[in-house]
């Protein structure tokens, strides 16, 4: 079977391109310097698995130029880099999971198993994807659910990716706090057979900064 594909879902952390919201209480520079943090903690976890041969790791990344990403790709030895593209956030997750489909190099009459993250949360471990990708074996998809109403993992098992469908991505209410809710009434009407996975919080807020530096502070 080919190795589950997992995509880092990321903005550019350049002061304006990111946390808007966070950005709007502590302005755009902090702002930046916090998700650049996070970002390096959230590739690091994720190059830790990559590096047991247990993934295929890209990173989907919006907010930089071609060239640009072309230029940080190379600073990232394990890591495929893409750009996300237009559209709104299902349809920009879709795509990359389609571009994963078509990069499996083995024939199978089932898809390539997928898993989807953001690149904004501080407390991340290896266990939390290594359970992800663990409980993809025995269930068709796998959610972790995020303190605001959306997620902070979606994984989908090769099973549900040929061909990939449509109907986690769309329809969605993407920036509130129904995604999670929506999200598994559809698959609740569909009959999928998912998995929730511990809650954790990303960081859009003041308030979220709490476990961030809790983070930062048990490295010191």
């Known amino acids: ?96 999971i389609i571009f994963c489909q078509r990069e499996k190099k083995i024939t199978s009459h089932t898809g390539r198993t997928t898993l989807i993250i953001g690149a904004d949360l501080p407390s991340l471990c290896e266990q939390d994807i290594l359970k992800a990708i663990e409980l993809l074996e025995s269930h068709q998809m796998v959610i972790g659910p995020a303190k605001d109403g959306g997620y902070w993992l979606i994984g989908l098992s090769g099973s ?31 009959k999928i057979n998912y998995q929730l996975l511990q809650e954790q919080s990303d960081l859009d807020l003041i308030e979220d900064l709490e476990p961030w530096l809790q983070s930062n502070q048990r490295k010191d």
């Open 160 to 190: 549900l990716l040929n061909p990939v469908p449509q109907w986690p991505f769309c329809g969605i209410p993407w920036g509130t706090n129904h995604v999670l809710s929506e999200t598994l009434r559809k698959a609740e009407s569909l």
């Open 1 to 96: 079977m080919a190795k589950p594909s997992l995509i880092i879902m990321a903005r550019w952390p350049a002061a304006g391109r990111c946390k808007s919201r966070l950005s709007n209480q502590i302005g755009r520079l902090p702002a930046s310097v916090i998700q650049n943090e996070v970002t390096k903690h959230t590739i690091a976890v994720v190059r830790r698995i990559n590096q047991r041969d247990l993934i295929n790791a890209r990173i989907a990344i919006s907010g930089l130029g071609p060239k640009a990403c072309q230029r940080w790709s190379r600073t990232l030895e394990g890591f495929q880099i893409h750009q996300q593209g237009e559209g709104s956030l299902g349809l920009r997750m879709r795509r990359q």
